[in-house]
DNA sequence: CAGTGGTCTAGACCACACA
DNA sequence: GTGTGGTCTAGACCACTGC
């Protein structure tokens, strides 16, 4: 592990098990730097990893300050990316409903940049978040990046298995959100009545190369469903 | 204006103007060290500010490559840029419906971390879309800290006035987005029907030196709105 | 004006991609 | 192995806050 990020972690331990209040201020660069015998970029750059992770702030010519938590039973956005880690603080569960080889629609083409005639995986699943339905997603992977999937992987974690069993680095991805009504069908699967409102949120994951390998549409049950997201900045 | 931030903002135009496709490759560090006389730490934090924007991506032993653009008329959830920039292509106004001084909710004061009888500045305003309407927003702005408001600062820009007018800095924000049923009065506004979906966001906005002075409710018009987030790393 | 965070540099060394 | 991006350091200097 990278230095600054055993630093970041150190710090954000010490946030916690000595639960700072807001507006806490932490020791100055340099004292952080001879604690840690670290150079001062490195602080810095743990410094801004733990800002961008919400916790702290630090002001110019003033200090570092601990951050207010921010409300709790959101689900960030922009953590939980579908990532292993993320997923683990809730209870959630899946249940999978299809897995198949298809030919791509448009859609999917578009999104995945691939031919029509090249194979995707289809995946259905509803996760489950504390025994309540949170949502329905639908996945399709390029089978030429993921090229073997099953049921046991599909119910446990994707990401995990992309990451670890495939050996594939995971770069970025882009999120789109829009609201809707829900269609019966989707009404049924979350227990709720036709007409009612959604969120849907689209998903690509790039692999670090900058190949696209997963477009997913998750449709979400709005009265279990809210999300926060941190800006840093301006 | 810094050096990174300069150095970023060439290699941004260099991108448009050359309308480079992605996955073209840019130049390797050293030559743009060369080209802008930086050091590589200075390169590589102009790319860091790229890569954050989505412009492009950098993978390790391989090169430095331009991003795909991400879809069109989608409002960016973390450019804290108002509306203008995701939407410019769009004609976007405002109209104030109310502007008065009052004395916070609960809910407000704990958001803005202020007493009860502090006054606040409460704003409610109308956002139209190519002359539809985009949502409806509630404003409440701690007093303290923005002592004065008047109808022409809120129908242009209020973080303009706060930044350039007032001299304050900000520094980051919280955001909270959930989805629920309109009631009758902000369906009337919105020109739709009570129940029909809406998607609500919360947003606190923080002074740099940690004081939140902006809370603000608004209310999407769900036909009108859609939202994009980009993200980046694991 | 003292204290503190941030930028910038030059260079050593490391980790990964690709051929 | 070569090329390339990333980490880390030590230190000079800059910019902002607040007494």
Redesign the pocket.
């Known amino acids: 592990m ?3 990020q055993q630093v970041a972690n150190q710090i954000e331990l010490y946030i916690e098990q000595h639960q700072l209040q807001q507006g806490t201020k ?1 020791p ?3 004292s952080l730097m001879d604690e840690f ?6 602080i ?2 743990a ?1 801004d990893l733990l800002e961008k992770k919400g916790l702290i702030f ?7 300050f601990v951050r207010r938590k921010s409300r709790m039973g959101y689900i960030n956005l922009l953590s939980n990316q579908g990532f292993k880690k993320d997923l683990e603080e809730f209870d959630i569960t899946s249940e999978m409903l299809q897995l198949d080889v298809v030919k791509p629609t448009q859609e999917v083409a578009d999104n995945l940049q691939i031919d029509y005639d090249q194979g995707v995986y289809y995946v259905k699943r509803i996760r489950y978040i504390n025994g309540q339905t949170l949502c329905v997603e639908e996945s399709y992977y390029d089978k030429s990046v993921v090229t073997y999937l099953n049921k046991q992987i599909v119910t446990e974690s994707i990401f995990h298995y992309v990451t670890e069993g495939l050996g594939l ?1 995971i770069g970025f991805s882009e999120m789109y959100i829009k609201t809707g009504k829900l269609t019966e069908e989707e009404a049924n699967y979350l227990h709720l009545k036709q007409g009612d409102p959604k969120l849907v949120m689209e998903s690509i994951f790039f692999l ?2 900058g190949k696209p390998f997963d477009f997913s549409k998750v449709t979400y049950n709005y009265e279990q469903s809210q999300f926060f997201l941190l800006g840093s900045g301006i």
Do not use: D, F, H, P
């Not at 630090?58 to 570092?64: D, E, F, L, M, T």
């Open positions: 990278l230095k600054y932490l100055v660069l340099e015998s670290a150079s001062k970029s490195t810095i750059k410094l630090q002001v110019r010519g003033s200090g570092i680095n670090s190369n």
